[in-house]
C-alpha cells in the first residue's frame, strides 16, 4: 500500500514517464527510476488544477502572520528574562550559598542548585534549550509529515500558535527569582511552539508559490512551447525568492514594529520602573502577533493534501514518511546532502545566537531596554538587507545558491570573532560596541541567509510533500540544535568560561557551509524531486 498519494502531477517529455490505466478506468502516473529518465531536464511540477489560485488577500495574511511571527518575544525576551530570573535567584560559586550574582563583588560564575549538584546559570539557559530541541526532533519526526494529509496541516499549525500566544500570555506569572524554574519550563513552552510555527507555516510557502497567478502564467506558457524548460524553472526560482523574500521584510517590519512599540512602556519612568514592565512587554509583543496573525487561519484557501490511506494513524504516518525517504535517499541525493549540511549549519548558528545572546545579557545587566535598542538595529538593518540582496539578485538573475553561499560566509565570521575573546579582553564580544556591531552585522546578512536558505529547501522539497520535508527541514533548521547546546554547557562547565564554546562552534559551522557549497547541486536536485514525486504517486499497491 502507498504510504503517500499526493494530489500532484508531472509536465513531462516523450518516454519519462510511462501514463496507464487502473482497473477503474482512471489514469495513473507509474514513474521509471530517476536514473531512467531518457530527459529529466524536462521534469518540471505542476499543481492540481482544482487547487485555488493564491488571491491577493490570502497572500497578504500570510504576510501578516510572518510580520507578527517574528519571535521578538518567545526567543528574545522570554530568554532574557529567564535568564534574569535564574542570575538572581543563583550565588556565586566563589562566595557560597547566600552571596550574589547581581553585586559588583562577584567574582566567578552564578551556579545554581541542580540535580543534587550545581550548574552555572549559563549552562542551564543551553540545557534548557537542547531540551526545546529535543521536543522538536520528536514533534518534527512523528506528526511533521500528517500536514500533507487532509486539513491536518492547517489545525496543526493552528494548535502550536495557540499554544505560543498562552505560553507568552502566561509570563505575566513570572513576578520573583524564586520562579525561575516556572520561567525555565515557560520558556521551553514558547520557544518550542514558536519554532513549531516556523516550520508548519513554512510548509505552506512552496504550495502557495506555485498557485500564483504568474507561477500559473509561466506554466500555461511552458505547455504551449513558449518557454524553455530552463527559463520556466529560472523564472519559478525567482518567484519562491520573491515570496520569501517579502516574508523575511514582513518578519522584521514586525521586529521594527514590536520594538517600537516596547519602548512606549521601556522608556517611560512610570512603567519602565515598573517591576512588572518585563512582563508586560511580553504581552504586548504576544497581543501584536494575536491581532496580525489571526487572518491567516481565517483566509487560507482549502488546498487540502490527499485523505490519510487507510489503516494509517497521523501520530506514526510520520515516521513511515520519513522511512520512506531516506531509504530511497540515493534518488535524491542533493535534498539530502543539503538537509545533513544544514543540521549541522544550523545547530551551529543557533548555539552560537543564543551564546552571544547570553554574552550580551551579562554585559547590558538584562536590561529590556538596551535589548529593545539593540534589536531594532538588527531589525532595520535586516529589513534594508534583505530588499538589497532581492535587488540584486533579481536585477542580475543570481541563483539562490550562490546568494545563499555570500550570506552564509558571515555565518562562520561570527564564532570566529567570538574565539578572540579567549585570550583578550579587548575584542570577542567583551565590549559594547560590538555587540551593537554583531546586531548590524547579523541583520545585513542572517536575515536573507533565511529567506535564501527556505527557498533551497523549496527548490530541493519534491511537490506535494511539502509538510514532510520541510518537517525534515525543520528537524535540521530547529531541532538540530540539541547537540551543540550540551557540547557547549559543558565546555562552559569545566572551564568556567563562555568564550570557551566558540571554538566548537567555528568548527561545526565551517564544516557545514563547506558541505553545502561543495555537494549541493540546486539545479540537478530540483529534478531529482520531480522524478521522487512522480514515482512515489505512481505507486499502487
Same mark, same amino acid.
Given at each position: 500500500?502507498?504510504?503517500?498519494? %499526493? %494530489? ?9 514517464? +510511462?501514463?496507464?490505466?487502473? /482497473? +477503474? ?12 529518465? #531518457? ?8 499543481? $492540481? ?19 507578527? @511571527? ?8 522570554? *530568554? ?11 550565588? @556565586? ?13 562577584? /567574582? ?90 516556523? !516550520? ?5 510557502? %512552496? ?12 506554466? +500555461? ?34 521586529? !521594527? ?8 512602556? *521601556? ?6 520602573? #515598573?517591576?512588572?514592565? $518585563? ?51 540515493? /534518488? ?160 562552559? @562547565? ?27 547541486? !540546486? ?19
Amino acid at each position: 500500500m502507498s504510504l503517500i498519494s %499526493p %494530489p500532484e502531477h508531472l509536465l513531462h517529455a516523450p518516454n519519462s514517464i +510511462d501514463g496507464k490505466r487502473d /482497473s +477503474d478506468g482512471g489514469s495513473i502516473l507509474v514513474a521509471r527510476s530517476p536514473q531512467k529518465i #531518457n530527459n529529466p531536464s524536462a521534469l518540471i511540477t505542476n499543481v $492540481d488544477r482544482d487547487e485555488p489560485v493564491v488571491t491577493k488577500r490570502e497572500l497578504w495574511s500570510y504576510y501578516l502572520y510572518s510580520n507578527g @511571527d517574528n519571535g521578538v518575544g518567545p526567543s528574545g525576551y522570554t *530568554l532574557t528574562l529567564f535568564q534574569s530570573l535564574a542570575t538572581s535567584a543563583g550565588y @556565586d560559586s566563589t562566595g557560597g550559598p547566600g552571596s550574589s550574582c547581581v553585586s559588583n563583588t562577584t /567574582s566567578s560564575q552564578c551556579v545554581l542548585p541542580w540535580m543534587g549538584s550545581t550548574k552555572s546559570a549559563s549552562s542551564i539557559v543551553l540545557v534548557a534549550n537542547g531540551v526545546s530541541f529535543a521536543i522538536m526532533t520528536a514533534m518534527f519526526t512523528t506528526i511533521g509529515a500528517a500536514g500533507d494529509y487532509g486539513t491536518f496541516g492547517r489545525w496543526l499549525l493552528f494548535t502550536v500558535t495557540l499554544i505560543c500566544w498562552v505560553a507568552q500570555y502566561a509570563c505575566m506569572a513570572l513576578t520573583s527569582p524564586s520562579r525561575w524554574k516556572l520561567a525555565m519550563v515557560l520558556y521551553i513552552v514558547g520557544f518550542v511552539s514558536y519554532g513549531a510555527t516556523l !516550520v508548519f507555516y513554512a510548509a505552506a510557502f %512552496p504550495r502557495l508559490a506555485r498557485n500564483t497567478s504568474y507561477t500559473r502564467h509561466l506554466r +500555461d506558457k511552458y505547455e504551449k512551447g513558449e518557454i524553455s524548460v530552463e527559463e520556466y524553472e529560472r523564472e519559478e526560482s525567482l518567484e519562491k525568492n520573491r515570496i520569501s523574500n517579502i516574508l523575511t521584510v514582513h518578519s522584521n517590519i514586525g521586529y !521594527v514594529v514590536t520594538y517600537l512599540l516596547n519602548l512606549a512602556l *521601556l522608556i517611560p519612568p512610570r512603567t519602565g520602573n #515598573n517591576s512588572m514592565v $518585563d512582563g508586560y512587554t511580553i504581552v504586548l509583543d504576544n497581543t501584536y502577533w494575536v491581532l496580525l496573525g489571526i487572518w491567516w487561519f481565517i483566509y487560507q484557501s482549502p488546498r487540502p493534501g490527499p485523505p490519510l490511506p487507510k489503516g494509517e494513524k497521523y501520530i506514526t504516518i510520520g515516521w513511515k514518511q520519513i522511512w520512506v525517504a531516506v531509504k530511497t535517499y540515493k /534518488s535524491l541525493p542533493h535534498t539530502f546532502v543539503y538537509l545533513i549540511g544544514y543540521f549541522l549549519l544550523a545547530d551551529g548558528l543557533n548555539t552560537t545566537g543564543t551564546l552571544v545572546a547570553i554574552c550580551q545579557n551579562d554585559k547590558f545587566s538584562f536590561s529590556f531596554l538596551q535589548n529593545t535598542y539593540l534589536g531594532l538595529s538588527q531589525a532595520i538593518t535586516s529589513t534594508i538587507s534583505t530588499f538589497g540582496f532581492w535587488y540584486i539578485q533579481r536585477s542580475w538573475k543570481i541563483s539562490t545558491k550562490k546568494m545563499f553561499v555570500v550570506t552564509n560566509i558571515v555565518t562562520i565570521l561570527i564564532p570566529l570573532w567570538g574565539m578572540i575573546g579567549i585570550w583578550t579582553d579587548k575584542f570577542g564580544f567583551h565590549n559594547a560596541w560590538e555587540f551593537w556591531a554583531y546586531n548590524v552585522v547579523f541583520g545585513l546578512f542572517q536575515a536573507p541567509y533565511y529567506a535564501f536558505a527556505q527557498t533551497m529547501m523549496a527548490e530541493l522539497s519534491p511537490p506535494g510533500f511539502d509538510n514532510m520535508f520541510f518537517g525534515l527541514y525543520g528537524l535540521s533548521n530547529r531541532a538540530s540544535s540539541m547537540v551543540g547546546p550540551y557540547v557547549v554547557q559543558a565546555i562552559i @562547565d569545566k572551564t568556567q568560561n563562555n568564550w570557551q564554546g566558540f571554538p566548537f562552534l567555528f568548527a561545526i559551522c565551517t564544516a557545514a557551509s563547506l558541505v553545502i557549497w561543495i555537494f549541493v547541486d !540546486v539545479t540537478k536536485g530540483r529534478r531529482d524531486a520531480a522524478s521522487w514525486a512522480a514515482a512515489r504517486s505512481g505507486q499502487r499497491g
